[in-house]
């Protein structure tokens, strides 16, 4: 969705972004992508229930811009993955597993590294995709690499977590022994 100010305050389009924000809200699926050519401020006090919302500035180039849309629709059955969150970006964050159609109900072992931290923990995947729920605090640019085995589709995200089934994994991390303090 490109907000321009010529976008703000006129009754369709903003009609037709009601009906979007309604089905990703009741579906759980990402159905919006902003992309402004206002700053993040206008768009946030226009459509406040999309402040925390990954969005990019029309003004970052279409490069940038196609780069982030391909790393949000990747959804390819691996068992490696990787994912990043915005820089400036604190607040909840969340990885979700789906698993492959054959794999439907057996235990996964997830490991989550993230700069010099680490997760492990096996967790049964059933026929919905699940959202491992935590927090990013700092204002950081570590990117996030995951593995599932058997392998899964995954995608990571800022904001609530997409899925009724979820599970908050704020707890259990480790640091990795030896490795040079990379999140402060």
Not at 30 to 36: F, M, Q, S, W, Y
């Amino acid at each position: 969705m490109l907000v321009t100010p010529n976008f703000i305050g006129k009754p369709w389009p903003e009609t037709e972004l009601a009906n979007a924000l309604s089905m990703e809200i009741s579906s759980g699926t990402i159905r919006i992508i902003p992309v402004l050519d206002v700053s993040h401020a206008v768009f946030a006090e226009r459509y406040p229930l999309m402040a925390d919302k990954l969005s990019r500035s029309w003004d970052a180039g279409v490069g940038e811009l196609a780069s982030m849309l391909a790393e949000r629709i990747d959804h390819r059955v691996d068992d490696w993955h990787w994912g990043i969150h915005p820089q400036e970006y604190i607040g909840p964050v969340w990885v979700r597993i789906t698993a492959a159609p054959e794999q439907q109900g057996e235990d996964h072992v997830v490991t989550i590294l993230w700069g010099d931290s680490l997760f492990e923990k096996t967790i049964r995947v059933g026929d919905t995709p699940l959202s491992l729920r935590h927090r990013k605090l700092l204002n950081d640019h570590a990117p996030l690499l995951i593995h599932t085995s058997p392998a899964a589709q995954v995608t990571v995200g800022e904001g609530r977590a997409p899925d009724k089934h979820n599970l908050l994994i704020d707890e259990g991390w480790r640091r990795i022994e030896g490795s040079p303090q990379t999140r402060q």
